[in-house]
């Protein structure tokens, strides 16, 4: 019994040793309103890169002032995360667009939490209708 015990006490010690993702806190009021303010398409990034984006990243984007900053921002941010760099592709952001694109189709909003969990798992081994 003490045994059993004192593995689940290791167990558990060992599990506040892993290191969680850092979570992105959500937008503050200011920032919502900066983000109203944007064109479409780069309001539309913002919620389709919720969940990946930083803290830091999302103040430095809404400072921006001009749409050609944006764009090399947006290009910055997925060189960023591209993890096979010696390829002219980009593997990460195509896997996202693509499970995107799929959770959409199935869930219609990216703030859905199905939506989130599909965008950083990947699609379901089986799913049951």
Do not use: C, H
Not at 23 to 33: D, G, H, Y
Not at 48 to 72: C, G, H, M, P, S
Not at 89 to 115: C, H, I, M, P, Y
């Amino acid at each position: 019994m003490k045994k059993a015990a004192a593995r689940l006490l290791l167990l558990f010690a060992f599990a506040l040793l892993i290191p969680l993702p850092a979570v992105a806190s959500p937008p503050t009021r200011e920032q919502k309103a900066a983000i109203a303010k944007l064109p479409a398409a780069y309001q539309a990034f913002l919620a389709e890169v919720e969940i990946l984006i930083t803290d830091e990243e999302r103040a430095a984007f809404l400072t921006l002032a001009k749409d050609y900053q944006r764009d090399a921002f947006i290009q910055q941010f997925w060189a960023v995360r591209d993890d096979v760099k010696r390829t002219a592709r980009n593997e990460l952001r195509e896997r996202w667009e693509s499970n995107l694109q799929q959770a959409k189709f199935l869930f219609g909003d990216v703030r859905d939490g199905r939506t989130r969990s599909l965008l950083l798992n990947g699609p379901p081994a089986e799913r049951l209708e």
